[in-house]
T-cell receptor, first 111, second 113 residues
Framework: GDSVTQMEGPVTLSEEAFLTINCTYT??????LFWYVQYPGEGLQLLLK?????DKGSNKGFEATYRKETTSFHLEKGSVQVSDSAVYFC??????????FGTGTRLQVTL | DGGITQSPKYLFRKEGQNVTLSCEQN?????MYWYRQDPGQGLRLIYY???????QKGDIAEGYSVSREKKESFPLTVTSAQKNPTAFYLC????????????FGQGTRLTVV
């Protein structure tokens, strides 16, 4: 079945540091890929998405590129802020049109 | 405002009691989902519904039940058969077609004592 693997957290960075959160997936066909963000005590919000190979999703300074050859969708941001502290989930929709999530990566950004 | 509403935000129940979590959406979405989130773990799919009066089990359906009598509503009942019901429950909806994202409610934190 479909699966998503994310790097373990927590990831602790100083403000203005470069962020990478790795995500790889296993799926049949041509899944769509997503990054969601969850702030404490809240639901998930869509951060960005990509629906086909080589697409780049971007939002709020975050970017991720759909790499079919490496089955990856790594999240990057050039300069993180304290307000970016949250849990980030990589996800995909496969042939069943339901979301499959990774385990989430907690990001802590300090001054 | 369009969105998904889960209620209540916090819920306490005694062991052995059934409890129903509410999820309503006014986005005109066909598909709705229930996920369970435990500390340090990802989201696990409990049930999903792609159309009114139809639903499918997800990965961890045992001890839960759902209904989808209206497009807008997808309530989840946590029964006494669920061995470890204390968790954060998230409801979501989507258009239901491939390549479309899901929209999430704010979640219900259920504590069973």
């Amino acid at each position: 079945g479909d699966s998503v693997t994310q790097m373990e957290g927590p990831v602790t960075l100083s403000e203005e540091a470069f962020l990478t959160i790795n995500c790889t997936y296993t799926a049949t066909g041509y899944p769509s890929l997503f990054w969601y963000v969850q702030y404490p005590g809240e639901g998930l919000q869509l951060l960005l998405k990509a629906t086909k190979a080589d697409d780049k999703g971007s939002n709020k300074g975050f970017e991720a590129t759909y790499r079919k050859e490496t089955t990856s969708f790594h999240l990057e941001k050039g300069s993180v802020q304290v307000s970016d502290s949250a849990v980030y989930f990589c996800a995909l929709t496969g042939t069943a049109s339901k979301l499959t999530f990774g385990t989430g990566t907690r990001l802590q950004v300090t001054l | 405002d369009g969105g998904i509403t889960q209620s209540p935000k916090y819920l306490f129940r005694k062991e052995g009691q059934n409890v129903t979590l509410s999820c309503e959406q006014n986005l005109n979405h066909d598909a709705m989902y229930w996920y369970r989130q435990d500390p340090g773990q990802g989201l696990r799919l409990i049930y999903y519904s792609q159309i009114v009066n139809d639903f499918q089990k997800g990965d961890i359906a045992e001890g839960y039940s759902v209904s989808r009598e209206k497009k807008e509503s997808f309530p989840l009942t946590v029964t006494s058969a669920q061995k470890n019901p204390t968790a954060f429950y998230l409801c979501a909806s989507s258009i239901g077609r491939l390549n479309t994202e899901a929209f999430f409610g704010q979640g219900t934190r259920l504590t069973v004592v």
